[in-house]
């Protein structure tokens, strides 16, 4: 920004202050940011802020409300995800370290046999085929070269 | 010896209270000196707000409910158990599997219904988006009609300073209901009319229930086109002729009658003899701060079931939920409850299908209206598809 437009901007913001409908408040306000805004336009740091803000604007003006949609599917599963490992871990954390020993083979034989603990290595398995089928354990890279 | 909390109701406050005492009092419940247990009478959480959505066609049920014990923290004894019976004077319920269970603290979050049935003729002759079914029909006629006349109403309870569901939500459809005719392209054969009743809490005839709002409304109203009336105080429906009467004895004929209908809680609640509420409404007498069932010592209540002023939403429940929680900890570790409530309601409306609101108040303060803006939408409906299931797990 110019010396000019500072100057420009800086009448305007007291062509603001001075006029009849802004309130008292609304004046205090007003004379708040601008003490608040001086340091930021003396080291033309302002500068970064209206790039930040016009970018932003951007974004509010592409966004619409599908594209919100679909971002916060991912962002429920991602937290699905989240609570789902978290919550396990904390429970199994809280199990594991009230032994006094690690269980023996046998013990561990014995926990595979509690439902809920075969329920989760078929969760895993499955989970394990489902990586396989999506190919996500092959190299990306296109072995074809195309 | 184990402390027994008893959440009644797996919607917004319960779920949300229940999630985040398990992490507040997680060191006893992993030692085994306390225990939560949730009973509902169902096993889906529905997002309420999303009805509103339903009536015009941006929602649909399965993607507004989710299954209960996947948003529960796998600590939490979660069972499918309508409660019938409340007996505080020996601190325990009835469940209608006809088990008893017994507890040393109990929340009581069991919400609200729509009683519009208690309307002459509005059962038949009117349309809401309370629950699921009624947007569905409502749907189809604001989808369909080519000509004619919308009328808005407002029923509040008739316990005295106690708001219907969610204030926002009659400004808010009728926004909604004009966007979507102007999208349709009928909009200039469809008049809109929004009425209020004379008595919204300590509003008298205005538009809305709060003074700042309901001076700001008529000139919103006003630049689209919309008619209003206060002094609409809904008394009865004759459905055939299509005509809504209002006690102070003024009528209005409509195509779509598109009400905000009476309350009431549910029948457990209303049942359970301590309400002081008129008209059989059974909202439970709470203590504004504490949040506890005024004259019992170890029964809280929070959400839809209260009697007190501020609005029955989920943006109220959200801030309720620390303070019981708070108090349930601080009364077993220390003796004594030791937060209290503000009042502090929070929301984003949506004004109009394109613009959003947001806005807060409390006790002290009124809500000061501010320009919708699109990023007002984005943010709602971010709440609506992704926010709200991180919200009651209590991880926002
Ligand atoms: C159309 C509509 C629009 C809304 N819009 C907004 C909005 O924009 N913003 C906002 O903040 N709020 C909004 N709300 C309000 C918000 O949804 C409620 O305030 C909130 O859900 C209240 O939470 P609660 O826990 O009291 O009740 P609920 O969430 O209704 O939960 C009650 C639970 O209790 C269970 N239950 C009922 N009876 C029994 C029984 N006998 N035994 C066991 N369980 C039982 C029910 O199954 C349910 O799970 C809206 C509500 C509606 C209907």
Redesign the pocket.
């Known amino acids: 920004m110019t010396t000019e437009d500072e100057l420009a901007l800086r009448t305007t913001l007291e062509r603001l202050i001075d006029s009849d409908p802004l309130s008292e408040a609304a004046s205090a306000g007003l004379n708040e940011v601008i003490d608040k805004v001086e340091p930021l336009l003396a080291g033309g740091r302002l500068n970064r802020v209206v790039e930040l803000l016009s970018v932003l604007a951007d974004v509010v003006d592409l966004a619409d409300t599908h594209m919100i949609e679909h971002s916060m599917k991912v962002f429920e599963e991602a937290v699905d995800g989240y609570w789902s490992v978290s919550n396990a871990a904390r429970m199994a954390g809280n199990e594991v370290i009230h032994m006094k020993e690690p269980p023996s083979l046998l013990g561990l034989l014995r926990m595979a046999g509690k439902p809920e603990v075969r329920r989760g290595l078929a969760l895993i398995l499955a989970t394990a085929g489902a990586l396989g089928r999506g190919r996500l354990v092959y190299d990306s890279v296109d072995p074809a070269g195309a | 010896m184990t402390t027994n909390i008893l959440v ?7 779920t949300m209270t229940a999630n985040n005492l398990t992490m507040k009092l997680y060191p006893e419940i992993v030692g085994g000196k306390a225990k939560i247990t949730m ?4 096993p889906w ?2 997002y ?2 999303g ?2 959505y339903v009536a015009f066609s941006r929602f649909f049920e399965n993607e507004l409910r989710r299954k209960q014990r996947n948003l529960l923290r796998p600590e939490i004894d979660f069972r499918v158990d ?3 019976n409340f007996e505080f004077a020996s601190s325990r319920v009835q469940g209608r599997s006809g088990k008893w269970y017994d507890y040393d603290y109990l929340v009581v ?4 219904l729509p009683a519009p049935e208690r309307i002459d003729g509005l059962q038949e002759g009117g349309d809401h ?2 629950d699921y079914q009624s947007p569905l029909r409502l749907a189809d006629k604001l989808q369909t009609i080519e000509k004619g006349r919308i009328l808005i109403t407002v029923s509040f309870p008739k316990t005295p300073n106690v708001p219907h ?2 204030g ?2 009659p400004p ?1 459809t009728t926004l909604m209901v004009d966007n979507l005719l102007r999208h349709r392209g009928v909009r200039d054969k469809v008049e809109i009319v929004y009425t209020y009743p004379t008595v919204a809490q300590t509003v008298r005839g205005g538009l809305f229930l709060q003074e700042t709002t309901s001076k700001v409304m008529p000139s919103i109203f006003d630049s689209m086109g919309i008619k209003y009336e206060r002094n609409f105080t809904l008394d009865r429906v004759d459905p055939e002729a299509k005509v809504a009467y209002s006690e102070e004895g003024t009528d209005h004929n409509f195509d779509i009658l598109m009400a905000t209908p009476p309350i009431r809680a ?3 609640v209303v049942s359970s003899g301590i309400s002081a509420a008129m008209d059989d409404e059974g909202w439970l007498p709470t203590d504004p701060e504490t949040l506890k069932v005024k004259g019992l010592t170890n029964v809280y209540v ?4 209260v009697d007190l002023r501020i609005s ?6 959200h801030q309720q939920t620390p303070v019981v929680v708070d108090n349930i900890a601080s009364e077993i570790r220390i003796g004594r409850p030791t937060a209290a409530y503000d009042g502090r309601v929070t ?1 984003i ?2 004004m109009g299908l394109e613009n959003g609101m947001p806005l807060w108040y409390d006790y002290e303060h009124e809500v000061q209206p501010t320009p919708p803006n699109k990023l007002g939408s984005l943010m709602r409906a971010s709440f609506n598809r992704g926010g709200y299931w991180a919200v009651v797990r209590g991880l926002i």
């Open positions: 009644v109701g797996g919607g917004s406050g319960g009973l509902s009478d169902s959480h529905y309420k707000p009805s509103l309508a409660v019938d979050s069991t919400g609200c988006f309370y569901q969610c926002i939500a808010e549910v029948d457990a929070l959400g839809d079931t029955k939403a989920g943006g109220a429940v929301a409306a949506q």
